[in-house]
């Protein structure tokens, strides 16, 4: 401990550091950072690291910190704790870094010395292996171990020792010890490592880490070991040779065995690869080492190992090379991989090689690399449906070059699709199922084909990330139109899609997703902004217009022309689908329509206008799809459109009882319900937009259209038509998905046939599922058949002439079989039909239930842009029904959206809707009865959420008939509240004109049925949130209900009624615009005659046994505490004297303390009439009369023994509480200072009762006395309460004693 604390001489070897003590108490933050440095998150080591170094630089001329510093770290390096090894090791480095004149071979030295192997016990030897571990790896990071080569040799040979224990360090010394050489120039590997590695390197091919240090040697100083030393490791001149396929096949299973739980790619894997590519034997390399060794080994780590060396090798490979591997037996076993693995609890190895793929093109600058990138996935085919999703992400890593040649590449697997370049393969039960031959099995593949070609085209278009111009955009759309719906005659310049004829004829499912294509991409056309960096498209896209091209032209209106052009090409081209005279001449009227309503909107622009131009070109493109319905509707459309711009139709001659034409909103409206009966995205997205367009010239018919679609007694028919056009296009859809799905569903059940069998069981559940009826039903036919296997039991037995089989010849027996599968054959076909019909229901219910989910989007249109038109009213009741049926039927995920959807639009829309019809007076009787009709609607619901809807839409009327003249009413309440109470009498009533149109008395007449109907009858659907909600939005039926509410306090049918009302009656003598509209005389009585029913309704309980006993005492309690108030501040002429007594009486019922809110408002109320809350007082430890609380004590203690019940029998009498309760209080008083011993027993009572003095709160206020005097609890309280101190320490006593006689009879 010799030497100055101060000094800045270097102590002696003996002393290494001079002053210990001086160090622990000169700094505390100093020895935080080694705190700091010890600590999980990695951040605070960071931070501490950073600390240490700045202190030590302050400090440079103290070399005690300094040496103290290193005796921390390197302690630290063996730490228990995993996290804090690699900080201290951090730490170490950065202080080595720092201060170079500490010598690196001392510091391995020290470590060596803290942490020897050889003299270490064995719980700690893994701590130490760690602790040398984590020293060198210190010394390689300071950077510094280059330098000093003494210090390098040792660091390599420690690493070594290390090595050999594999069981705690895996592979780190083998990887550091690589790392080193990594970073060492080759001078010195050659001169100073070389030899104290051989023995590594000559056994490069026994573990993988050995071989990654051979690899890391090769590829960093490739002179020192190519090819003279190499052979003499090796034998071999290369690394990668015939004769060392084994071997490393071998190492690598090896070395996926080792990481195998971290689902990563192992170095040695990597670097052997690159070292193969360097040597020119990479073919060898792929071919036997990956795609006959590891993939062949038919392991999940091996398989996933050969698709991370696919995916990291893209960078490193020439475009030959690339080709060559991408249609190998690695991307075959690829995808059946993706294949097999989509059921939700397989491992996925997709997501990994997307990202493999997204980060070679992203980085690489080769077009025609990143093209065969593109194309050899695109080529990875299960029965001709490539693996990769048609919305590839990593496409927007394209360069434009690669983009269009990939197009141009899709364009040609479509026209001309080459199966032999496809890398085809089937799973297992695929190849179990195939009974097709060579020809089918060819056109099936290019059918599938082709529809995930055109899917990618589309895809591609529709991804925002890719940068697109128009050219583009219109060439793939062009191409899917003119492929879904032509076929070329004739090759022509002026049509470029003429000259490429298809070298397999297109059949009709290919169409068909060519046809999905196309409309998919005018619906995302349509929402699309413009496109182009032209001054024109920014303004447009500023302007926020979408789904029009740079000139401002749209861009069905294009594909419109383009296939005007096309049809005025007959010599070239022709129709798939019949196009007749008829259609011809439908879609001139309609080209014709369009240009005349163009003319017309540069005249004079409408809504109307742009609306008709949507629904004809919509309209006349879908000619192409179904030619004999869109006819109609165009012929529809082209008369609406001419009546709606002024042409009246020919007058014809008037016939007895002939019917009006209907105007030519109703036929937009009914093209529109035609329209949205087709399961097509774009085409509700353009009815949703046209009917938003029309929606100001909407009449009560063309309303009524739409609401009939709600009504369950009129769309039976209409629905009929709808659901069968719904159904057949449904069942194409169901073969094209089939057809396209069958690669992940046929595949997948091939690779999980027990889970493929599982899921087919539960499907078929579902889909078989029978109600109760439909069991009767088949019961009703079991018996049938029952009957008529009896008959032919018996006819067969009858022949026979005796029950027995030995008496039955040949023939009778022939026959019984023939008639009893004759009646077997026909119940089975009963039965089919009998699933047939209940499916084929379902499937129609479910599509009924679909249309009127799309007519709902008309309905919230028309409320969102029409909030003001009259004909909202006629909203109300189909909604409402719905609801109601909803409310009622089965809970299916469908019928949940349905009722879900209809509930958001009738109470967002419409009931809180911030614009409503302001001119109603001609409608006025009309929506009086509306409201009456609502509100006793709601009284007739049997759910309280149904109800909820009525009693709002109630409001929404009441709202509408009062006007906007609310907010004047309001605004001269305020200056009536500013006026003197003197001349705010003459103005207190509002004149009738505030009310609008509102018939005041027959509103309340409506209002206070319902009011009774809640506060009398015992299970109403009324709840009292509902009457809260019309007090607060409409105050002045406060006044108009006040008095029934007042008298229900006492006359409500229960308890419930009976808080509801004090709730209400709160809520309206709250109100501001209520007490501004009754005069002072009046105000009073009311506050009288309330405070009166309160105080009689809480004299009828008598017991808190139940809930709604203490909600209706609280809800009085809080009526109470606002009256108590109003008639202190105002000063008010209330007598209060019955309700002092009542409150009084009211704490002394049972259960009265259990409610702790309860408790609190009751005191509040108590407060106001001059009572004190009680504090928590010290209460007497013994009741007034011992003798009279000795039944108490047994109850209380019923569990204890007889002889401990005596023994407190005979202590009672030496308690000083002889002369009653004034001995006892005096006890209490004078305890502390009679007897000090018992001091310390009667702070623990005291702490003892605090916790059960919770009913002294509650007790009567007559029976507290003065504040300053002890108050007295009620006898059954003091009993309780003051019993159990007393009865602890008579416990303790006994025990004691119970030990000491135990200890005397022992002895």
Not at 620 to 625: D, Q, V
Not at 740 to 766: K, L, N, P, T, V
Not at 874 to 895: F, G, N, R
Not at 1266 to 1293: H, I, Q
Request: net charge positive; glycine share 6%.
């Amino acid at each position: 401990m010799a030497g100055d604390s101060s000094g800045g001489g270097r102590p002696g070897q003996e002393a290494p550091i001079s002053l210990p003590g001086r160090l622990l108490g000169q700094n505390r933050k100093f020895l935080d950072f080694f705190w700091d440095i010890a600590k999980q998150d990695r951040e605070v080591r960071l931070v501490a690291t950073e600390g240490l170094i700045r202190h030590l630089q302050e400090s440079q001329k103290d070399d005690d910190i300094l040496k103290y510093t290193l005796k921390r770290l390197i302690d630290g390096l063996a730490a228990t704790r995993e996290a804090s090894r690699p900080g201290f090791s951090l730490a170490l480095a950065q202080v080595l870094q720092v201060f170079e004149e500490i010598p690196l071979l001392k510091v391995l030295e020290q470590i060596k010395e803290k942490h020897n192997l050889g003299r270490i016990k064995k719980k700690l030897f893994r701590n130490a292996l760690f602790g040398n571990f984590f020293g060198v790896l210190a010394l390689f990071q300071s950077g510094r171990l280059a330098k000093d080569l003494k210090a390098l040799l040792e660091c390599v040979q420690l690493l070594q020792v290390l090595a050999e224990h594999h069981a705690h360090l895996k592979d780190l010394p083998r990887k550091t010890l690589a790392d080193i050489v990594s970073e060492i120039p080759e001078g010195v590997f050659e001169e100073v490592l070389f030899s104290a590695l051989e023995d590594d390197l000559t056994s490069a091919f026994s573990t993988p880490g050995q071989l990654y240090l051979l690899l890391v040697g090769i590829q960093k100083f490739p002179g020192v070991l190519y090819p003279e030393k190499l052979k003499e490791l090796l034998g071999t001149d290369a690394v990668v040779t015939a004769e060392n396929v084994p071997k490393l096949l071998e190492v690598l299973k090896m070395a996926v065995k080792s990481e195998k739980k971290d689902r990563t790619l192992p170095s040695v894997g990597l670097d052997l690869m690159k070292v193969a590519l360097k040597e020119g034997s990479f073919e060898l390399f792929w071919k036997e080492v990956v795609e006959n060794g590891l993939l062949k080994d038919n392991s999940g780590p091996c398989s996933y190992m050969c698709y991370r060396l696919l995916g990291s090798a893209f960078p490193l490979l020439s475009l030959g090379q690339l080709k060559m591997i991408l249609r190998g037996e690695v991307m075959r076993q690829y995808g059946t991989h993706v294949v097999c693995t989509q059921l939700p609890d397989r491992f996925k190895f997709a997501p990994e090689m997307e990202a493999y793929v997204s980060a070679f093109l992203e980085g690489c600058p080769d077009a025609e690399k990143q093209l065969a990138v593109m194309v050899g996935f695109s080529t990875l085919t299960n029965q001709g449906h490539p693996v990769v999703p048609t919305f590839w992400k990593v496409v927007r890593h394209l360069l434009p070059a690669a983009l269009l040649k990939y197009i141009c590449w899709l364009k040609d697997m479509f026209l001309d699709p080459d199966l032999d370049a496809c890398v085809d393969f089937a799973t297992k039960r695929q190849k179990q199922n195939e009974k097709q031959s060579h020809v089918e099995k060819s056109e099936h593949s290019i059918t599938r084909l082709r529809k995930w070609v055109v899917g990618r085209l589309a895809g591609i278009i529709e991804n925002p990330q890719i940068k697109r111009e128009e050219e583009f955009v219109m060439d793939v759309t062009r191409f899917c139109f003119f492929h879904a719906f032509f076929e070329t005659k004739k090759p022509t310049s002026e049509i470029p899609e003429t000259e490429a004829v298809p070298s397999v004829p297109l059949k009709e499912p290919s169409r068909a997703a060519a046809a999905s294509s196309f409309f998919s991409l005018l619906q995302h056309m349509s929402s699309m902004p413009a496109l182009g960096e032209s001054a024109k498209a920014e303004a447009m896209r500023k302007k926020h217009l979408h789904g029009l091209t740079a000139s401002g032209e749209p861009w069905i209106y294009v594909l419109v022309r383009y296939a005007d052009v096309l049809l005025s090409q007959p010599k070239h081209v022709k129709v798939v689908t019949p196009f007749g005279n008829e259609a011809k001449a439908a879609w001139d009227r309609m080209l014709q329509t369009v240009e005349d309503l163009r003319k017309t909107e540069k005249k004079n622009p409408a809504l109307k206008t742009s609306a008709f131009q949507h629904l004809l070109l919509l309209v006349g493109i879908h000619l192409f799809k179904s030619p004999t319905e869109c006819m109609d509707l165009l012929n529809d459309l082209q008369s609406c459109a001419k009546r709606a711009f002024g042409e009246k139709p020919k007058k014809k001659a008037a016939a007895a009882g002939a019917k009006e034409e209907p105007s030519w909103v109703e036929v937009t409206v009914e093209v529109l319900l035609s329209l949205l009966a087709q399961s097509s995205g774009l085409i509700r997205k353009v009815c949703k937009s046209v009917f938003g367009l029309i929606a100001q010239h909407m009449t009560k018919g063309a309303l009524q259209l739409v609401l009939d679609v709600f009504d369950p007694q009129q769309d039976q028919d209409e629905e009929s038509a709808i659901v069968v056009v719904e159904e057949t296009h449904k069942k194409k859809m169901q073969k094209d998905v089939r057809g396209d799905g069958a690669a992940g569903e046929s595949s997948e059940s091939s690779c999980e046939d027990d889970s493929e069998e599982d899921d087919d069981e539960s499907d078929d559940e579902a889909e078989n599922g029978k109600t109760d009826s439909e069991d009767e039903k088949d019961e009703e036919m079991d018996e049938n058949f029952r009957h008529q296997l009896m008959n032919v039991l018996q006819a067969g037995n009858a022949l026979g002439g005796d029950d027995s089989d030995e008496d039955v010849d040949d023939e009778t027996m022939m026959s019984l079989d023939e008639n009893l599968s004759a009646l077997f054959a026909e119940q089975q076909k009963r039965i089919q039909a009998k699933k047939d019909e209940r499916e084929k229901m379902r499937k129609e219910k479910i599509l009924r239930r679909d249309f009127k989910i799309k007519v709902l989007d008309l309905v919230e249109v028309f409320l969102t842009k029409q909030a003001e038109n009259p004909l909202v009213f006629h909203i109300i009741d189909p909604l409402l029904l719905v609801i109601e049926q909803s409310m009622s039927s089965e809970a299916s995920k469908q019928e949940q959206d349905y009722l879900r959807k209809t509930a958001d639009i009738f109470t967002n829309h419409l009931c809180r809707s911030k614009q409503y019809c302001k001119n109603v007076a001609p409608i006025r009787e009309e929506l009086h009865t509306l409201l009456e009709s609502l509100v006793k609607r709601a009284c007739r619901q049997n759910d309280s959420s149904v109800a909820l809807y009525c009693f709002s839409a109630s409001l929404y009327i009441f709202r509408v008939l009062r006007g906007n003249l609310a907010g004047e009413a309001a605004a001269e309440s305020e200056e009536q509240e500013k006026q003197p109470k003197n001349r705010r009498k003459s103005t207190q009533t509002p004149p009738a004109s505030v009310i609008g149109s509102l018939d005041l008395e027959r509103v309340t007449t409506a209002y206070r049925d319902a009011l009774n109907l809640f506060l009398t009858k015992r299970n109403s659907p009324l709840t009292g949130s509902m009457f809260l909600d019309l007090f607060e939005r409409h105050p002045i039926m406060c006044k108009q209900l006040i008095q029934t509410v007042a008298k229900s306090i006492t006359a409500g049918a229960r308890q419930h009624q009976q808080a509801q009302a004090c709730m209400l009656l709160q809520k309206a003598l709250q109100t501001r615009q209520f007490r501004l509209s009754i005069s002072d005389e009046e105000w009073e009585e009311l506050i009288r005659e309330s405070t009166n029913q309160v105080t009689e309704t809480l004299k009828m309980v008598s017991e808190f046994k139940v809930k709604v006993d203490q909600e209706k005492v609280l809800k009085g309690l809080e009526l109470l505490n606002f009256l108590l108030r109003t008639v202190t501040q105002q000063k008010l002429n209330v007598d209060l004297t019955d309700l002092r007594g009542v409150l009084q009486a009211l704490s002394q019922h049972e259960g009265f303390g259990k409610s702790t809110r309860l408790g609190n408002i009751y005191w509040n109320v108590m407060a106001l009439l001059g009572f004190t809350r009680p504090a928590k007082e010290k209460v007497s430890a013994q009741p007034k009369n011992p003798t009279e609380a000795e039944p108490v004590k047994r109850k209380k203690k019923g569990f204890l023994p007889a002889s401990k019940k005596r023994s407190n029998r005979k202590k009672v009498p030496k308690q000083p509480g002889e002369n009653g309760a004034e001995r006892s209080k005096e006890a209490v008083a004078d305890g502390p200072e009679a007897v000090p011993a018992k001091k310390r027993k009667k702070r623990k009572n005291k702490r003892k009762r605090g916790g059960g003095g919770g009913e002294s709160q509650n007790q009567a206020p007559e029976q507290q006395g003065s504040v300053a005097k002890k108050t007295k609890l009620p006898p059954g309280t003091a009993k309780e309460t003051g019993s159990k101190p007393g009865d602890l320490k008579k416990k303790k006593k006994k025990a004691k004693k119970g030990q000491k006689l135990v200890h005397v009879d022992g002895n």
